[in-house]
């Protein structure tokens, strides 16, 4: 019988997210890394295509950017598998999430990778007692033995099929990504689910996803998710701002925070206090204006190699002005969506709250 907590959840999906959660946040600075370097570097003329285009500035950013680019999924495979037997799996589960990699698997490769590299560290540290005399050197030998494993299992089992269906969700991804009416439709989910609950489980779903797609090498629903990130914090900034006695002493005050969260950081958690007070009305516009900017960004065929968004979205975009363009359109409709929704939608927003809290 499956182990549950006390919620109802079990356990092993409980942990599940956990050890997720911990190598995602070892990855993300090694993807911004790569992220602003190949941004800044093509921004001052280094091309992909062209390994002597740009100045030699141009080029060692491209360069250092590369390696972050090269390096963020195996990361996340290293630290996952860190998170379920510590420091024993990290060796092994770098290599491994590399030698994935390597093979074609992308991203669901080394998340794979870095699952069986933490259970099978765990089955080594508390099932497998060694003989008296490899004791000394036993904790060299782990993860030697371990990358040797997981690697042939990718070899030969595991790696091809997910390798196939790996390429075949790229061609997907790409074919959706390239521009039309399916990249506008693609944008405008992952808008709307970025704009929603405002960096909650939604969000963050959406956020997923497109950093497995980036993990493909397919930016463009990167683009679509952070030129939706800031939407809900500027626009429901703008609305109180504007919006006069639609709104509380108090949301008029936090506005200016809560346009400093999303122009600046590009953060969608400044909308919160306001979804909080009246969740239909406010999460229904951040929706609307997400779903915009989202959209937006699949119409002009926008990429980011990073989760950047906002300013530091403005310097790794490969077209600033269109980002830009995206992000201050996706705010406006969700200003004007909330201030006309207090406006002509009526109920009690506080009973609606106590239902939804």
Not at 197 to 210: E, L, Q, R, T
Not at 212 to 227: D, H, I, N, R, S
Request: charged share 10%; proline share 6%; net charge neutral.
């Amino acid at each position: 019988m499956t182990e549950k907590t006390k919620g109802g959840i079990p356990k092993f999906w409980k942990n599940w997210g956990q050890y997720f959660g911990t190598g995602a946040s070892y990855m993300i600075p090694v993807i911004l890394i790569g992220g602003f370097g190949t941004g800044l570097g093509q921004l001052l003329g280094a091309s992909p295509a062209d390994p002597e285009a740009g100045s030699e500035l141009a080029r060692f950013l491209y360069g250092i950017g590369n390696v972050g680019m090269t390096f963020f999924v195996p990361v996340l495979a290293a630290y996952l598998a860190f998170a379920i037997a510590d420091r024993i799996a990290i060796a092994p589960g770098l290599v491994t999430g590399y030698f994935a990699v390597q093979l074609g698997t992308g991203f669901l490769g080394a998340l794979i990778a870095g699952f069986l590299v933490g259970y099978l560290a765990l089955l080594f540290i508390r099932k497998i007692k060694p003989p008296p005399w490899l004791i000394t050197v036993w904790h060299f030998l782990t993860p030697f033995i371990i990358v040797l494993i997981v690697g042939a299992a990718f070899q030969w089992i595991i790696g091809p099929p997910i390798a196939a269906a790996s390429q075949a969700l790229t061609d997907w991804l790409t074919s959706l990504s390239a521009g039309g009416a399916t990249a506008i439709v693609l944008g405008l989910i992952i808008g709307g689910m970025t704009g929603i609950d405002a960096g909650g489980p939604i969000n963050k779903v959406a956020f997923f996803f497109a950093l497995g797609t980036l993990g493909q090498g397919v930016l463009e629903p990167m683009a679509m998710f952070m030129a939706a990130a800031p939407v809900p914090s500027i626009g429901l900034g703008v609305a109180a701002l504007v919006g006069g006695k639609l709104f509380s002493k108090d949301e008029r005050e936090y506005a200016g925070g809560s346009l400093i969260l999303g122009t600046l950081v590009g953060f969608s958690e400044g909308a919160l206090p306001y979804i909080v007070k009246d969740i239909i009305r406010v999460a229904a516009a951040a929706a609307i204006g997400g779903a915009v900017a989202g959209g937006l960004a699949g119409l002009f065929s926008l990429t980011m190699p990073a989760p950047a968004a906002a300013v530091l979205g403005l310097m790794v975009s490969d077209n600033p002005l269109l980002y830009a363009v995206c992000v201050l359109a996706g705010s406006f409709v969700c200003a004007a969506c909330v201030i006309l929704f207090k406006r002509f939608i009526r109920f009690d927003t506080k009973n609606v709250a106590e239902v939804a809290s």
